[in-house]
């Protein structure tokens, strides 16, 4: 694709924004929408490279599923003449990692500006399940008005993917590459979170933490050498801000912010006044203890002979970086002098190359368990799989917080190292634990009540005239006896007899018509009773009374209640009309002759008492014009609803069809 080209009809190449090894990027205009855009073109000598080709449709899928002021938005995704394209948001301005080159020092104040903005597009990330695994200034664009987006998910996995190393090649930037990335453990939201931390650091101080001639050697720092201290270099900072940095840096990743979220609240505050007292982070442990690899010792001078016969390391990849096994042999041309030092480097850098291999092997074999709580069980044994990991047994247990169905733990726990192939064992959960209701009609109240609050319950108390036997005795309950309820939600209200020898008339509303009949027995008055029915009070509960609550009564007195007799159910009668469709010849988009109309597609949707208007209900073909009569269902004072859609368009509607 060249400039002036016309993707689609629409966006109108105007100017090359960038080239890169899979990838260019051009500034385009939108016709329709008459606006700039970002056009991003697959290489043409890559269209046939799968994992170019997954990578790019990763990119466009995970970055589409993301609305937030802070990512770069994506516009439309296709292809013109095989080669595919992603149209984004147009970001007027440069690159992070030009600007701090441009910048250093950056104020402290701009610095936590721009990264909460960076911190709120990853969260956002993370909560939709993405892991951006190539977090880096370059992927990080900023306007003229410090607007940050984040843009480049051709990397991001969803929670689900394989570990960072593919086809023995390590992705990423290695910069930027967590320890456990270096390891060769799986990328989890814990790895981006350390990658923000080495944003931060760089930020603060224009420079990156660690970095050395190969890639090699910067991804051994990362899990070998302590991160470096901030306020060594720089004493001004406030350790409550290189606090921040040091826990989404820590060695371990149970030692950095469990989330993006959490991160972004410590960094709010980092530079209040009643913060810049605070002692220093320290991790649990800034040593991985599952694999230890001896730190490579300077060379010697020896090696330092061999190094005058090898040509200059090749430029650092910032983006992709060889594996272990992958680096190229290195030529020695025969010298006669030093031939006894020459010997010696090269025993040297045959045990660094056996050391490489045996960090390379312990990469492939080990994996990280990936952090499955919450998630259903389907879910958990998918990740649990995209990661050679297999479900051995799961048991059900009650829990507080996790919703049933979902998992609370698993074992061996998120974030352990395993062998690849290894069982995992999961804990689901059965929700809040359920208590049945007993019957305490005929116990004491008092008893009962304490009995409920040392369950949780919420007891309330109604107090009904009774005659002296029943005083203080429970005469009924709100909840049916056996019903299993959680008791932190439920309340439950006790009926209690309260005797008097004068009484007054009781409140019956919404209570069981029992309690009328108690309450007529005990003092001696006769009940009326009329039922009607009634949409919201239940069936064979008082709706109404007379005389009302609080009236002075004898024995012999005439009390009147009207009960419900539950919901009335409504007649229901036919409403129907009758549609004619006409047809419209159409043709398929290779039929250039168009000798074969196809048929037109009819999809035709009812509102009424036993369909959704949402739903289909009926779905047919016609190849000539038809008259089809709809039939609905619907209460004898109620009406219906119809929807008409011909090859997907609406045809005909009605929303008050009435009964026929």
Same mark, same amino acid.
Do not use: C
């Given at each position: 694709?060249?400039?002036?080209d016309?993707?689609?009809?629409r966006? @109108?190449?105007?100017?090359t924004?960038?080239q890169?090894g899979?990838?260019?990027?051009?500034?385009?205009?939108?016709?329709?929408?008459?606006?700039?855009v970002?056009?991003? *073109?697959l290489?043409?000598?890559?269209q046939?490279?799968?994992?170019?080709?997954?990578?790019?449709?990763?990119?466009? =899928?995970?970055?589409?599923?993301?609305?937030?002021?802070?990512?770069?938005?994506?516009?439309d995704v296709?292809e013109e003449?095989?080669?595919?394209?992603?149209?984004?948001?147009?970001?007027?301005?440069?690159?992070?990692?030009?600007?701090?080159?441009?910048?250093?020092?950056?104020?402290?104040?701009?610095?936590?500006?721009i990264?909460?903005?960076?911190?709120s597009g990853?969260?956002?990330?993370?909560?939709?399940?993405?892991?951006?695994r190539?977090?880096?200034?370059?992927n990080?664009? &900023?306007?003229?008005?410090?607007?940050?987006?984040?843009?480049d998910?051709? &990397?991001?996995?969803?929670?689900?993917?394989?570990?960072?190393?593919q086809?023995?090649?390590?992705?990423? /930037?290695?910069?930027? @590459?967590s320890?456990?990335q270096?390891?060769?453990s799986?990328?989890?939201?814990?790895?981006?979170i350390?990658?923000?931390?080495?944003?931060?650091?760089e930020?603060?101080?224009?420079?990156?933490?660690f970095?050395?001639?190969?890639?090699?050697?910067?991804a @051994?720092?990362h899990?070998?050498?302590?991160?470096?201290?901030?306020?060594?270099?720089?004493?001004?900072?406030?350790?409550s801000?290189?606090?921040?940095v040091?826990?989404a840096?820590?060695?371990?990743?149970k030692?950095?912010?469990n989330s993006?979220?959490? =991160?972004?609240?410590?960094?709010s505050? /980092?530079l209040?006044?009643n913060?810049?007292?605070?002692?220093?982070?320290?991790?649990s442990?800034?040593?991985?203890e599952?694999m230890?690899?001896?730190?490579?010792k300077?060379?010697? /001078?020896?090696?330092?002979?061999l190094s005058?016969? *090898?040509?200059?390391?090749?430029? @650092?990849?910032?983006?992709?970086?060889?594996?272990?096994?992958? *680096?190229?042999?290195i030529s020695v041309?025969?010298?006669?002098?030093?031939?006894l030092? *020459?010997i010696?480097?090269?025993?040297i850098?045959?045990?660094?190359?056996?050391?490489?291999?045996?960090?390379?092997s312990?990469?492939?074999?080990?994996v990280?368990?990936?952090?499955?709580a919450d998630m259903?069980?389907?879910?958990a044994?998918?990740?649990?799989?995209?990661?050679?990991?297999?479900?051995?047994?799961?048991t059900?247990?009650?829990h507080?917080t996790?919703?049933?169905?979902?998992?609370?733990?698993?074992?061996?726990?998120?974030?352990?190292?395993?062998e690849?192939?290894?069982?995992?064992?999961l804990?689901?959960?059965?929700?809040?634990?359920?208590?049945?209701i007993?019957?305490?009609?005929?116990?004491m109240?008092?008893?009962?009540?304490?009995?409920?609050?040392?369950?949780?319950?919420?007891?309330?108390?109604r107090d009904?005239?009774?005659?002296?036997?029943?005083?203080?005795?429970i005469l009924?309950?709100?909840?049916?006896?056996?019903?299993?309820v959680?008791?932190e939600n439920?309340?439950i209200t006790?009926?209690?007899g309260s005797?008097?020898e004068?009484?007054?008339?009781?409140?019956?509303y919404?209570?069981s018509?029992?309690?009328?009949e108690?309450?007529?027995?005990?003092?001696g008055?006769?009940?009326?009773?009329?039922?009607?029915?009634?949409?919201?009070?239940?069936?064979?509960?008082?709706?109404?009374?007379?005389?009302?609550?609080?009236t002075?009564?004898?024995?012999?007195d005439?009390? /009147?209640?009207?009960?419900?007799a539950?919901?009335?159910?409504?007649e229901?009668?036919?409403?129907s009309e009758?549609?004619?469709?006409?047809y419209?010849?159409?043709?398929?988009?290779d039929d250039?002759?168009?000798?074969?109309?196809l048929?037109?597609?009819i999809?035709?949707f009812?509102?009424?008492?036993?369909?959704?208007?949402?739903?289909?209900?009926t779905?047919?073909?016609?190849?000539e014009?038809?008259?089809?009569?709809?039939?609905m269902?619907?209460?004898?004072n109620g009406?219906?609803?119809?929807?008409?859609?011909?090859?997907g368009?609406v045809?005909?509607?009605?929303?008050?069809?009435?009964?026929d």
């Amino acid at each position: 694709m060249e400039i002036g080209d016309k993707l689609s009809g629409r966006y @109108l190449l105007t100017n090359t924004i960038g080239q890169g090894g899979m990838a260019n990027v051009f500034l385009a205009h939108d016709l329709i929408l008459d606006r700039d855009v970002a056009v991003k *073109v697959l290489r043409y000598d890559f269209q046939d490279n799968k994992d170019a080709i997954r990578r790019f449709q990763r990119e466009a =899928m995970s970055a589409s599923q993301l609305l937030h002021h802070n990512i770069v938005e994506v516009y439309d995704v296709d292809e013109e003449d095989k080669q595919q394209y992603i149209v984004m948001e147009f970001v007027k301005g440069t690159d992070l990692k030009t600007y701090i080159l441009q910048n250093a020092p950056i104020s402290l104040e701009l610095v936590v500006s721009i990264m909460s903005q960076i911190l709120s597009g990853i969260d956002v990330a993370h909560k939709h399940r993405i892991i951006h695994r190539d977090i880096k200034p370059q992927n990080i664009l &900023i306007t003229g008005q410090n607007e940050v987006k984040i843009t480049d998910f051709g &990397i991001a996995i969803a929670l689900s993917d394989t570990s960072i190393t593919q086809t023995n090649t390590l992705l990423g /930037s290695v910069h930027y @590459l967590s320890p456990e990335q270096a390891r060769g453990s799986n990328a989890t939201t814990k790895s981006d979170i350390y990658a923000l931390g080495v944003v931060l650091y760089e930020l603060i101080t224009g420079s990156v933490p660690f970095d050395g001639e190969s890639a090699v050697s910067v991804a @051994l720092k990362h899990f070998q050498e302590p991160f470096p201290r901030i306020r060594e270099e720089l004493n001004y900072i406030p350790q409550s801000l290189e606090n921040v940095v040091l826990k989404a840096t820590a060695k371990e990743p149970k030692d950095r912010y469990n989330s993006v979220q959490e =991160m972004l609240q410590d960094l709010s505050t /980092s530079l209040s006044a009643n913060r810049m007292n605070e002692v220093m982070f320290q991790p649990s442990d800034n040593l991985d203890e599952t694999m230890i690899v001896k730190p490579i010792k300077p060379i010697s /001078s020896a090696s330092k002979v061999l190094s005058e016969q *090898v040509s200059a390391p090749e430029p @650092l990849d910032e983006t992709v970086f060889q594996s272990f096994d992958e *680096v190229a042999p290195i030529s020695v041309p025969k010298r006669k002098k030093g031939f006894l030092g *020459v010997i010696f480097a090269l025993i040297i850098m045959m045990l660094l190359a056996s050391g490489g291999y045996y960090v390379y092997s312990q990469m492939m074999r080990y994996v990280t368990v990936p952090d499955v709580a919450d998630m259903t069980q389907a879910e958990a044994v998918e990740l649990l799989s995209e990661f050679d990991l297999t479900v051995s047994t799961v048991t059900q247990a009650w829990h507080n917080t996790v919703e049933a169905g979902k998992v609370i733990s698993s074992n061996p726990g998120s974030n352990e190292r395993v062998e690849r192939n290894s069982q995992v064992e999961l804990v689901m959960s059965n929700g809040k634990e359920q208590v049945e209701i007993g019957n305490y009609v005929g116990e004491m109240y008092e008893p009962i009540r304490s009995q409920l609050r040392a369950a949780n319950f919420i007891v309330e108390r109604r107090d009904l005239a009774s005659g002296p036997e029943d005083e203080g005795k429970i005469l009924g309950q709100t909840i049916e006896p056996g019903s299993k309820v959680i008791p932190e939600n439920t309340t439950i209200t006790l009926i209690v007899g309260s005797y008097s020898e004068s009484f007054t008339m009781q409140d019956f509303y919404n209570l069981s018509y029992d309690m009328v009949e108690n309450f007529a027995a005990a003092y001696g008055v006769t009940v009326e009773t009329e039922y009607e029915y009634d949409d919201y009070i239940p069936e064979g509960q008082v709706i109404s009374q007379s005389p009302s609550n609080g009236t002075p009564l004898v024995p012999g007195d005439i009390i /009147s209640v009207v009960v419900s007799a539950g919901p009335e159910e409504e007649e229901i009668v036919t409403a129907s009309e009758n549609i004619t469709i006409e047809y419209t010849p159409i043709y398929a988009e290779d039929d250039t002759e168009q000798t074969e109309p196809l048929p037109n597609t009819i999809e035709i949707f009812i509102g009424d008492s036993e369909n959704n208007i949402n739903n289909v209900h009926t779905e047919l073909t016609i190849e000539e014009t038809k008259t089809i009569k709809i039939l609905m269902y619907v209460p004898v004072n109620g009406t219906g609803q119809y929807r008409v859609l011909r090859n997907g368009e609406v045809y005909a509607e009605n929303f008050s069809v009435y009964p026929d």
